[in-house]
């Protein structure tokens, strides 16, 4: 019995709380003031972590993802590579191996289109960071986790979502309306938008 009144109890508080968090998001857009991505600057470079979506793991990383996109037959990384011998491999296998990357696990899914999103978890964001910039890669990240989506459509998808766009490309730019802000290694940014 009291199993079933601790759970009626945290639905409610999970449910109030998500009507709170809505209704700020309306009236910041229909005020006239910033848009809740404009609230992008607490959440970036060195105080990143407060708004940025966390993961502890492959299954929460798909859970999240699962949310704005498909993330579909979750699998290891090198179970993904052996199954696709030849073929797509999913993104980086030997830079996970990489202490330099601070990589903690890859994983794949597939989005509803079948086309691959590479999923890390990452140990360490700064060496992340700054590997990404050596190697000019880019990804959508989280605190703790960068995923690489192949597909348009998931691409497009994940911009609605809290992860944001890290790219070190001196000539990155977002249209008006969007953020970009200073990420965790000088000349690298984070934006909330994710360019196709």
Not at 24 to 52: R, T
Not at 84 to 104: F, L, M, N, T, V
Not at 109 to 128: E, R
Request: net charge negative; aromatic share 8%.
């Amino acid at each position: 019995m009291r199993i079933k009144r601790a759970l009626a109890i945290g639905a409610t508080l999970v449910a109030l709380t998500a009507v709170g968090a809505c209704g700020s998001d309306d009236k910041a857009q229909n005020s006239g003031g910033e848009s809740p991505a404009a609230g992008l600057s607490g959440v970036l470079g060195q105080d990143a972590g407060g708004g940025l979506p966390k993961a502890s793991d492959m299954a929460s990383i798909a859970y999240y993802l699962n949310k704005y996109t498909s993330c579909l037959n979750l699998q290891t990384g090198a179970d993904y590579d052996a199954d696709h011998e030849g073929g797509d491999k999913a993104w980086g296998a030997d830079k996970a191996a990489d202490p330099s990357w601070g990589i903690k696990e890859r994983g794949a899914c597939s989005d509803a289109s079948g086309d691959l999103i590479t999923l890390l978890s990452v140990a360490d964001m700064k060496k992340f960071q700054t590997a990404a910039k050596a190697n000019n890669d880019q990804f959508a990240i989280g605190q703790d986790f960068a995923v690489v989506p192949v597909g348009s459509q998931a691409i497009q998808e994940l911009q609605k979502s809290e992860l944001l766009f890290l790219t070190c490309d001196p000539d990155f730019s977002a249209p008006s309306g969007f953020q970009k802000s200073p990420a965790l290694v000088d000349g690298c940014v984070l934006s909330d938008y994710f360019p196709s």
